[in-house]
C-alpha cells in the first residue's frame, strides 16, 4: 500500500511504537490499573517532574517485549525486492486487511453500544476482552467522542441522573453545626495512608502527634481512598466537590473550564475569604487555573511563597505551614485555608539525612524508611502548625481537618504488609488497607476519639461544613461523619464497593477474575451477595462522572435553598 521507499521506515515505526506502547501500558497498569488514555497527553508537559515515578514503575523483565525489534536487523539489512507493477495488489491487500479487521470493529461497535461500554470501570478488562490495540482504539474513541460533544446527554439521563442526586440528598442527616461560624483549614497531606498513624519502628511512634490526636479530635479510621489517576488532583476535587473524578486522566486538565459549586463558593457566599496555597509551581496540575475555578479568593504556590528549606519538590511541610498560619494570623476572619503539602513523593527515593529523625535498622534508605521519615517530619509540622495557632489565640475557634490525599504507593514488603497488620494474603488486601486517616479539631465541642464508621473522600467536605453551619451544594454526593451512622456504601474508580459487612471488588487494579465478594476479613463470599452494592456504587459513578462531563453542578435548583 505505500511507495517501496517508505515500506520499511513504515514497518519500522510500527515496531517501535508497538513496544513503546507495550512498555508504557505496562508502568501504568501497575500503577493505576488501567493502559495509558488519551487524555493523559494533556498532563504530559509534567512527565519532567514525575520522572521518577514513571522510571520506577518499569521492571527488567519489561525487556523482554524488546525481543520484536530484532525483526528490524533483517528489515534494513536485506535489500527490497524489485517493485512489481500488479495494478490489483494494493486493492486485494487492503480488501484482506478489511475482512481481517471486521471482527474487531465488530466487537468494538458491540461494545460501545452496550450498557458494559457505558460503565467501564477496567481497562484491563477491556485489554482481556479486545487485545491491546483494540482497547487503545475504543478508549481513544470515547475520549474524541466527548472532545467534539457527540455524547451530549439524552433527556432520560439528565432525568436519571437528577433523580439520584436527589436520593442523595434526601439521606443527609439533620445539620449538626458544632461550631458555627468558625475559620476552617483544611490540610491535605501527602500520600499519608491510615496505618502510619499508628506505626511503631525500633520501639519509635511513626507519627506521635496524630497518633495522640484522638484526645482532642475526631479520627477517623476507615476513609477509602478514592482517587483515580489524577492522584492528589483528584484529592482536591473529591474534598472541594465531594465528588468522584474521571476514571481517566486528570480533571484538573481536562475539566478545568467547569463551573464547580465547592466547598470555597459555599463558604464564600457565608462570608469567609478563601486562599489556597501549595509550595510547588503554580502550573503543576494546573493549580493556577483551577483552584479559582473551585472558588478561591486567592492562591499562593511557590511563587508567592518564596525560597526556604526544601524536601523533595518544595519547601518542607515544617516551613509551608509554619507561613501558612502567620499568612491566616492576618487575614480576616472568618476564613478558609487549603493547605497542600509536598515534602515527600512517590518513589521516595530519598530523603535529607540532617532532617531524618527515626532509626530505621533495615530499612533505612529503602522508600518504606524514606516514607517514614517524610511521615515524621510532616507530623512534626502539623504539630508546629498548631501551636502557631495556639499561641495566635486562632486555634479556638478554628475547625481543622488534616486527611491524606491518597495511598503511598509502596511496593508490598513482608515489612509493609507487617505494619499495615496484614498476615494472610488474600484477594481483598489491596482494597481493605486503601485507607488514609482523617482528623477532625472542632473547638469547644465534645467530640473527640477514633470512630470506624465507613467513609470516603467525598464525606470530609460535608463534613466540615456541617461542623462550621454552611449546607452543602446539591451537586455534593458526600454526607457528613458528624450525625449518625448509616447503611452508606463507599464507591472505589474502579467500580469496587465497599459496604458494612461485605466489599464488592471489582477486576482492576488487582485481577479478582470477573471481581469478587468478600467479607470484611477477606473471606471470599458468593457473588450474588454483592450485587446490589455493586450495582449501587456504578449509579453513583456513573452520576457523579455524567455531572462532570455536562458540567451540571449548576444545573438543577439547589433543594436546600429553601427550608
Known amino acids: 500500500l505505500l511507495p517501496v521507499r517508505w515500506r520499511r521506515l513504515a514497518a519500522s515505526f510500527v515496531v517501535i511504537f508497538a513496544f513503546a506502547l507495550a512498555l508504557v501500558d505496562l508502568g501504568y497498569l501497575d500503577f493505576f490499573g488501567s493502559i ?71 466487537g468494538l461497535h458491540e ?21 491491546l490495540w483494540n482497547a487503545h482504539l475504543f478508549e481513544a474513541g470515547r475520549t474524541l467522542e466527548r472532545w467534539i460533544g457527540a455524547d451530549a446527554l439524552a433527556p432520560a439521563e439528565r432525568e436519571r441522573v437528577a433523580e439520584l442526586y436527589q436520593a442523595r440528598v434526601a439521606t443527609r442527616a439533620q445539620p449538626r453545626p458544632l461550631a458555627r461560624g468558625a475559620n476552617l483549614v483544611v490540610i491535605q497531606v501527602e500520600a499519608m495512608q491510615s496505618w502510619v498513624v499508628d ?3 525500633e520501639g519509635q511512634r511513626v507519627m506521635p502527634f496524630l497518633h495522640g490526636a484522638d484526645a482532642e479530635a475526631l479520627h477517623f479510621t476507615r476513609v477509602f481512598d478514592q482517587t483515580a489517576q489524577g492522584r492528589t488532583s483528584d484529592a482536591e476535587y473529591l474534598l472541594l466537590q465531594s465528588s468522584h473524578p474521571l476514571r481517566t486522566g486528570a480533571l484538573s486538565f481536562l475539566r478545568a473550564e467547569n463551573r464547580f459549586d465547592t466547598l470555597a463558593h459555599r463558604l464564600a457566599d457565608a462570608g469567609y475569604d478563601t486562599v489556597s496555597a501549595h509550595p510547588y509551581a503554580r502550573g ?22 518564596g525560597p526556604g528549606p526544601q524536601i523533595g519538590w518544595g519547601l518542607s511541610d515544617a516551613e509551608f505551614l509554619s507561613r501558612m498560619a502567620d499568612v491566616m494570623r492576618e487575614a480576616p476572619q472568618p476564613w478558609f485555608g487549603f493547605f497542600v503539602t509536598l515534602s515527600l513523593h512517590h518513589p521516595y527515593a530519598d530523603f535529607p539525612a540532617p532532617m531524618a529523625e527515626l532509626k530505621l535498622g533495615d530499612i533505612d534508605g529503602t522508600a518504606l524508611g524514606n516514607y517514614m521519615q517524610g511521615m515524621r ?74 470512630d470506624d464508621r465507613l467513609a470516603g473522600h467525598i464525606d470530609l467536605g460535608p463534613t466540615v461544613l456541617d461542623a462550621v453551619g454552611v449546607a452543602p ?14 447503611d452508606r456504601i463507599i464507591a472505589l474508580p474502579d467500580g469496587s464497593a465497599i459496604a458494612n459487612d461485605r466489599f464488592w471488588i471489582a477486576r482492576g487494579r488487582d485481577q479478582v477474575s470477573g471481581g ?7 473471606r471470599s463470599r458468593a457473588r450474588d451477595d454483592c450485587t446490589a452494592i455493586a450495582a449501587a456504587a456504578a449509579d453513583e459513578l456513573w452520576a457523579a462522572r455524567t455531572v462532570l462531563d455536562h458540567d451540571l453542578h449548576h444545573s438543577a435548583p439547589d433543594p436546600l435553598a429553601d427550608p
Do not use: K
Not at 46 to 63: E, I, N, R
Not at 114 to 131: H, K, T, W, Y
Not at 473 to 486: A, E, I, T
Open 36 to 106: 495509558v488514555p488519551l487524555s493523559a497527553l494533556a498532563a504530559l508537559h509534567h512527565l519532567g517532574d514525575a520522572h521518577a515515578t514513571v522510571f520506577s514503575l518499569w521492571h527488567p523483565q519489561y525487556l523482554s517485549l524488546a525481543l520484536p525489534l530484532a525483526v528490524l536487523i533483517p528489515l534494513w539489512t536485506l535489500g527490497p525486492r524489485a517493485p512489481t507493477r500488479d495494478r490489483l495488489a494494493p486493492a486485494v491487500v487492503l480488501a484482506g486487511l478489511c475482512v481481517l479487521a471486521t471482527p474487531a470493529w465488530r
Open 111 to 131: 461494545l460501545a453500544t452496550s450498557p458494559i461500554g457505558a460503565r467501564v470501570f477496567s481497562e484491563r478488562d477491556n485489554v482481556g476482552r479486545l487485545g
Open 199 to 201: 506505626a511503631e519502628i
Open 284 to 305: 503543576f496540575w494546573n493549580r493556577a487555573v483551577v483552584h479559582p475555578r473551585y472558588g478561591f479568593a486567592r492562591s499562593m504556590f511557590r511563587e508567592e511563597l
Open 377 to 450: 517530619h510532616a507530623d512534626g509540622a502539623l504539630r508546629g502548625f498548631f501551636a502557631r495557632l495556639r499561641d495566635s489565640g486562632l486555634l479556638e475557634h478554628t475547625v481543622v481537618l488534616v486527611y491524606g490525599d491518597h495511598v503511598a504507593g509502596l511496593p508490598r514488603t513482608p515489612e509493609l504488609l507487617a505494619l499495615e497488620g496484614i498476615d494472610r494474603w488474600d484477594p481483598s488486601v489491596p482494597v481493605r488497607t486503601h485507607l488514609v486517616p482523617a482528623f477532625v479539631w472542632i473547638p469547644g465541642a465534645p467530640v473527640h476519639g477514633r
Open 473 to 486: 451544594s446539591s451537586s455534593m454526593l458526600g454526607r457528613s461523619l458528624l450525625g449518625p451512622r448509616d
Open 516 to 522: 469478587g465478594c468478600f467479607d470484611p476479613d477477606g
